[in-house]
């Protein structure tokens, strides 16, 4: 079982920065790929980037290629989502997910564990 709660969400200017923070409890973090994604209101939940176990592979959303950067510490047992150059569209509840799979960890689907996510408003 692995429990998962996100930080670090707020009010950001346009083309400013917010760092995510996911702190998963159980001993077996460093086991898990580990995903972001996102949910505006009214809309789909959408992949935004994921990151395997050890942290050799990430993935990214077209819309986060450039801008965003996940990373983790299993030292810590947290998942981190660097978010630069915030956009109007950025805004959203955003999610930490782990999941015991290889791949991209695109599809939500995939995922075992989700945290109760963290609001990210961008004023512009």
Sequence with gaps: QVQLVESGGGLVQAG?????????????????????F????????????????????TYYANSAKGRFTISRDNAKNTVYLLMNSL??????????????????????????????GTQVTVSS
Excluded at 38 to 55: D, L, N
Excluded at 87 to 111: E, F, H, I, L, W
């Design 16 to 36: 400013g920065s917010l760092r995510l923070s996911c702190a998963a409890s159980g001993r077996t973090f460093s086991s898990y790929s580990m995903g972001w």
């Design 38 to 57: 996102r949910q505006a209101p009214g809309k789909e939940r959408q992949f935004v980037a994921s990151i395997t176990w050890s942290g050799s592979n």
């Design 87 to 116: 956009k109007p569209d950025d805004p959203a509840v955003y999610y930490c997910a782990a999941r015991s799979g290889g791949g991209s960890g695109y599809y939500s689907t995939t995922y075992n564990y989700w945290g109760q």
